[in-house]
C-alpha cells in the first residue's frame, strides 16, 4: 500500500514562491510515476506535473512550465514541487498521486489527502 501525504501549501501573493511537499511511503515501481494534480471547485482535477520514479521522465502541463519544477529526493523518499512565478489562477487544492505513467488523474490510485495554494492579486 503506498501513502502520500502533502504539505507546504498557504498563502503568497501573486508573483511569489511556494514549495510543495510529497512524502511517499510503500513501494512505488521504477516504472510507475508521482504526479502532481490540482482542482478548484466545480472542475474535474488536472495534473500540473508529473515524474517517473526513477525520476529520467518528467512532464509539466503548459499552464505551469516554465515557472513550476518537479524533483525527487531520492534519501527521503519525496516528490517536491517548486512553485515560482505563482499567478492567482493557480489557486487551487494540490494533491500528489501515485500511479501509472499518465496524465489523467482517472489513472492513479494513490492519493494524498491534499494542500490549499491561494494565491492573492
Known amino acids: 500500500q503506498v501513502q502520500l501525504v502533502e504539505s507546504g501549501g498557504g498563502l503568497v501573493q501573486a508573483g511569489g514562491s511556494l514549495r510543495l511537499s510529497c512524502a511517499t511511503s510503500?513501494?512505488?515501481?521504477?516504472?510507475?510515476?508521482v504526479g502532481w494534480f490540482r482542482q478548484v471547485p466545480g472542475k474535474e482535477r488536472e495534473i500540473v506535473a508529473r515524474?517517473?520514479?526513477?525520476?529520467?521522465?518528467?512532464y509539466y502541463a503548459d499552464s505551469v512550465r516554465g515557472r513550476f519544477t518537479i524533483s525527487r529526493d531520492n534519501a527521503k523518499n519525496t516528490v517536491n514541487l517548486q512553485m515560482n512565478s505563482l499567478k492567482p489562477e493557480d489557486t487551487a487544492v494540490y494533491y500528489c498521486?501515485?500511479?501509472?505513467?499518465?496524465?489523467?488523474?482517472?489513472?492513479?490510485?494513490?492519493w494524498g489527502q491534499g494542500t490549499h495554494v491561494t494565491v492573492s492579486s
Open positions: 498521486a501515485a500511479g501509472p505513467l499518465a496524465i489523467s488523474a482517472r489513472a492513479y490510485s494513490f
Open positions: 510503500g513501494r512505488i515501481s521504477s516504472d510507475s510515476a
Open positions: 515524474i517517473t520514479w526513477s525520476g529520467n521522465v518528467i
